[in-house]
């Protein structure tokens, strides 16, 4: 395993996500607890020292579960990191709730790492208003020790994190955002980058690899790249591209499986960047996927719980994003195929969705140009 220097600490390169644990029957909310605590035994006995967890994932339960399977291991071998859900504004007055209740899930005394979750145009105005006070209270959970280091998380344009960070940036430790080779262009990680270069601000990296739609690439493109490499697939491009990035310190992949972890394990045995033709030819096939016309989502789930329709979002913009970029009668076969119900055409248009969505996506906008489109495939 690969080691990063961060303060006085060592850290490994890889950290686990939380977000994507493996789950009983696809139900995001049941997670399969035993196959979290092998993979766990795995990570710890191969060397991943860092663990990120939050409030809302998994419906609630991936903190539960973490703390469940971290505490049978000695507290000072690993790195917790948690999230403060402002993700959601109904949550900006339950900060000092919120933080403790956290704290118990997890079954430990202190977070070694500690986020503003979701810094993005949503949240931002309720991030900054003084009544809530939610930098405030966190600084005072930090000087008496609940969190060791404390940061923020950012889907946000680059004004969203300017305004941010003018207002706490002396006090941020470090910033966790999406930042991929798709994304290096298609939502300026690399202007996020330069951003946090000049506060002296570490990049922690989320969705290197989107969600797992970089871990499988057109043939094409694969061809393009094993001419370069051979010995390296889809997946470990995407990490060997962030491995190419100076500014990061941690990258997190959310595994929900073995076979995942430990391919990401073996892929961080060594560091392997880019040279120079190398990056060029990865970000033109970025180009020529964005293209293609994608919509940004990570299948975070954060929308599915907010909506009162109770419709698999994610799924039906994968779906979306197969129509946009393949026509055809595949999309329209796998939405067929859901009841009437659960389809685009539900969609009520409430927006619940969007106000919580880390990826600022119209879904209510999609979800109508989408119902339209396979009106007549259906």
């Keep these: 395993m690969i080691y990063r220097d ?29 196959a979290v605590f092998d993979m766990v035994d795995y990570a710890m006995a191969n060397g991943i020292n860092y663990y990120d967890t939050a409030w ?10 973490m703390g469940r399977a971290l505490k049978r291991f000695d507290r000072d071998s690993f790195y917790l990191a948690s999230k403060f859900p402002g993700y959601d504004v109904s949550n900006m007055d ?35 208003d003084p009544k809530y006070g939610v930098h405030d209270k966190l600084m005072k959970h930090k000087a ?9 998380s950012a889907h946000g344009a680059l004004p969203v994190m300017k305004r941010f960070l003018e207002a706490y940036g002396k006090d941020m430790e470090f910033c966790q955002i999406q930042l991929n080779f798709f994304d290096w262009d298609f939502q300026d990680a690399r202007g996020k980058v330069e951003l946090l270069k000049e ?63 430990k391919a990401n394990i073996a892929t961080f045995s060594e560091d392997k960047p880019l040279n120079d033709k190398e990056m060029v030819t990865l970000l033109g096939i970025a180009k020529d996927m ?12 954060y929308c599915t719980s907010h909506c009162p329709q109770e419709l698999d979002i994610p799924y039906i913009i994968t779906q979306y994003n197969e129509e946009k970029m393949s026509g055809g009668v595949l999309a329209a076969m796998r939405i067929g195929r859901l009841p009437e119900d659960k389809r685009p055409s539900a969609c009520i248009g409430c927006r619940s969705c969007e106000a919580v969505c880390p990826q600022q996506i119209k879904v209510s906008e999609l979800m109508s140009e989408f119902a339209e489109i396979l009106a007549p495939k259906l």
């Design 6 to 34: 961060f303060q006085d600490l060592k850290l490994s390169a890889l950290g686990l996500g939380c977000m994507r644990l493996p789950v009983i029957e696809g139900k995001d909310g049941e997670i399969d607890e035993k």
């Design 56 to 65: 809302g994932y998994h419906n609630g339960n991936s903190e539960l579960v």
């Design 94 to 128: 339950k900060v000092d709730e919120i933080f403790m209740k956290q704290l118990e899930k997890c079954q430990v005394d202190h977070f070694d790492f500690y986020l503003f979750h979701n810094v993005c145009e949503t949240n931002i105005d309720g991030y900054l």
């Design 144 to 152: 008496e020790g609940r969190i060791r280091h404390l940061g923020f």
């Design 199 to 261: 506060y002296g601000i570490p990049v922690w990296v989320m969705e290197p690899v989107r969600g797992g739609k970089l871990a499988k690439l057109d043939d094409e493109y694969e061809a393009r790249l094993k001419a370069l490499r051979p010995e390296e697939d889809a997946p470990a491009w995407a990490f060997r591209f962030v491995q190419s990035i100076p500014e990061v310190t941690m990258v997190l992949s959310g595994m929900s499986n073995m076979d995942q972890l």
């Design 290 to 301: 964005a293209s293609k016309g994608t919509v940004p989502c990570t299948a975070c789930h």
